[in-house]
């Protein structure tokens, strides 16, 4: 089974070629920085400087919108969608909308600056998905921080939180733990529930959703809001985190609807 450390994935595309990236990254990123942050943000050629004040400052060539929008992974989870039959969009159409509002209520530290981003939408079994980089700008570039994979809900789903007992839990008004029954589960996972649903008791006494999370690394948090289940990892998107993310939301999504999701 492919894990969310797997970073591999193929080249960036050249001449209609794909060939292996080298040891840094992408060609055009020689740190690899890009690369794992979400792909080449910056064209490789930035354009001419010119001197002001003494110091020297970047001046973008051509269409500056462009050079600033982000780009996402390229040659990753990108190329992998395409493969898939799966769509693309940068995170601004009318689709994308409700994308705000899962940033917003993730169980993690947003601001007002991070936005979805490299949106990727299409089919993993039974389950609709879509997955998106959470983004931030830094400097001229942005930033992917976290990942996301949601699934949209025909039926609404009580709001919950399910994370690692070893993070720190912040904004949990209103919300309170619901017990697993299983010790070894209870003791690195906890599920933060607004209400005392049947589904809910469900989710966290499943056995396959116990079985899937004790075999992981404890890196995925999931939670309810805008008519979506979501999972959140600190990372962008790639391939192999695609796939495990997927795995884990038909485990999730089949125990809330009371029938696993292939």
Known sequence: MSTPADRSGPGEPEDGAWREPSRFGSGADPAGAG????????????????????????????????????????????????????????????????????????????????????????????????????????????????AVTAAPMLAAVPAFRLSPARLWQHRTGGLFPVAGGNEAFDARWLLLASADAPELRRLVQDAAVQELLLGSDDGDEFWSAAGHVAVLRPDGHRPSLIEHHARLLAAVVGALTGGYQD
């Open 35 to 146: 690369a794992r942050a979400g792909g080449p943000l910056l064209p490789t050629d930035p354009g001419p400087r010119r001197r002001r004040g003494g110091g020297w400052f970047w001046r973008p060539r051509g269409d500056v919108a462009k050079v600033f929008s982000y780009q996402g992974d390229l040659v990753g989870a990108q190329y992998w969608a395409m493969q898939h039959g799966w769509s693309i969009s940068d995170g601004t159409g009318p689709q994308d909308a409700v994308l705000a509002d899962l940033v917003a209520s993730a169980p993690v530290r947003a601001t007002a600056e991070h936005r979805p981003a490299g949106v990727l939408r299409g089919r993993a079994g039974n389950l609709e998905l879509v997955a998106f980089d959470v983004v931030y700008p830094t400097g001229r570039t942005w930033q992917a921080q976290w």
